[in-house]
């Protein structure tokens, strides 16, 4: 079959595992380019479901569900790093899925993942994996103090614990319910950035540009985006470990790298995350080509071609917190969108949660404009009317 033939072209059917606001985005980048979609989430009011043409409502792990999802689909994707490796797997035998089943398994697991990231050449955090009470007490003094996480299932600062003692890193792990964790010795930060990076089928790699972020309470609050963000060399070192990391997975789809700058200027890996990234999102107004629209690419074979930074960029996210005044929700107004939206290059996501939480990301506000100092300006008088603190 030549590659003509392998590529899957507007009219067919993609599917997505995962029903959330990444999902949505997706759905509609591939509604935009001409496909039709499906969406399993067992959630009946699902971001994406409520925006895609079909909307399979079961759970990953449901055969029939995904039978159903593998009928009616040519490709599929996921759009949630926590969905079973297994699923992916079972949908493969019958039709292409981005990223593979094993790439999503390593990512699902921080002790593999850093095995993956050493095996790859690039820097990580010293660490020692911690499963047994022999590890534990195992651990070098000078992984103290350090961040203690647990192997699975951990996202926006979630089952992390930080330790300064034996004594602290023992109750810690009891804490966790003696889970596989692994124990991150804590270095001198100064920011953190992240490398969206997408592969194709045939190992072209394209990226967008590096991006700098800000993170409070563990949750992404600011991704700063324009030329010289970072010194050169940083820029350089995160786009060829991203590339290394996403070629050792023999990676399909969109990754993205999240890194540590410290202080001395040297970069370390932190995580991956196997699907299109919340640092990613200015890419839709700001990028001649979206994260989302780079995943659409991957999963059916298109051409990748390298997106293009046309305008200075800040994305802020908007969590529930902004729908609350005090410890009460402020119903039934929202905030204040039009006052935003007055300010020019402003640029409102919202992603059709019913409900507002405290720390659920509810949208994104995407700021552009012709230079970095223009948009920094605006995006301060967003956060302001927002509530969102200064940065």
């Given amino acids: 079959m030549n590659e003509r033939q392998t590529v899957i072209l507007p009219g067919a059917t993609l599917g997505v595992l995962g029903g959330g606001q990444l999902g949505r985005m997706f759905v509609h980048a591939a509604q935009a380019m001409g ?22 409502r079961t759970g990953y792990e449901d055969p029939q569900g995904l039978a159903t999802l593998a ?10 790093e926590n969905v079973p490796a297994a699923a992916l797997d079972t949908l493969a035998r019958s039709l292409p899925v981005s990223p593979a089943g094993s790439a999503v398994a390593i990512a699902q697991d921080r002790a593999r993942e850093k095995a993956h990231f050493v095996q790859c050449g690039v820097p990580v955090a010293p660490h020692a994996v911690i499963e047994t009470a022999a590890q534990l007490a195992a651990v070098p003094a000078d992984l103290l103090p350090g ?5 699975r299932m951990g996202y926006d600062g979630k089952g992390q614990v930080r330790v300064a003692t034996p004594a602290e890193l023992a109750g810690a792990w009891e804490q966790l319910g003696r ?37 409070r309470d563990g949750i992404l609050a600011v991704t700063e985006v324009y030329e010289g963000n970072l010194p050169p060399a940083q820029t350089s070192q995160a786009l060829t470990a991203a590339k290394s990391v996403a070629d050792g997975l023999n990676y399909v789809g969109v990754l993205c790298v999240e890194f ?33 629209e780079l995943q659409v690419r991957c999963m059916t074979g298109l051409p990748l071609v390298q997106p293009r930074l046309h305008s200075p960029a800040i994305m802020l996210n908007l969590l529930g917190d902004l729908w609350f005044t005090g410890d009460q929700p ?5 905030p204040a969108w039009d006052a935003v939206l007055a300010l020019p290059g402003c640029h409102l996501h919202l992603y059709g949660k019913v409900e507002a939480k405290r720390g659920r990301k509810m949208g994104h506000l995407n700021i552009t404009g012709t230079t970095p100092e223009a948009v920094r300006a605006t995006a301060l008088q967003a956060a302001a009317l927002l509530g969102i603190a200064p940065f």
């Fill in 35 to 56: 496909y039709f979609t499906a969406v399993l989430d067992e959630d009946a009011a699902s971001p994406a479901g409520l925006v895609s043409h079909h909307h399979i």
């Fill in 71 to 80: 009928r009616a689909c040519d490709a599929v994707t996921t759009e949630f």
């Fill in 147 to 151: 961040i203690l996480k647990t192997a």
């Fill in 179 to 215: 889970v596989p964790c692994v124990l991150e010795k804590m270095l001198p930060l100064a920011h953190e950035c992240s490398v969206i990076v997408a592969r194709g089928r045939d190992g072209t790699v394209v990226h967008l540009p590096v991006q700098r972020n800000l993170h």
């Fill in 260 to 292: 540590f700058v410290l202080q001395d200027g040297t970069l370390v890996v932190n995580e991956i995350a196997p699907r299109p990234h919340n640092s990613g999102h200015y890419s839709q107004n700001a990028c001649d080509v979206s994260q989302f």
């Fill in 330 to 334: 402020v119903a039934p107004t929202a």
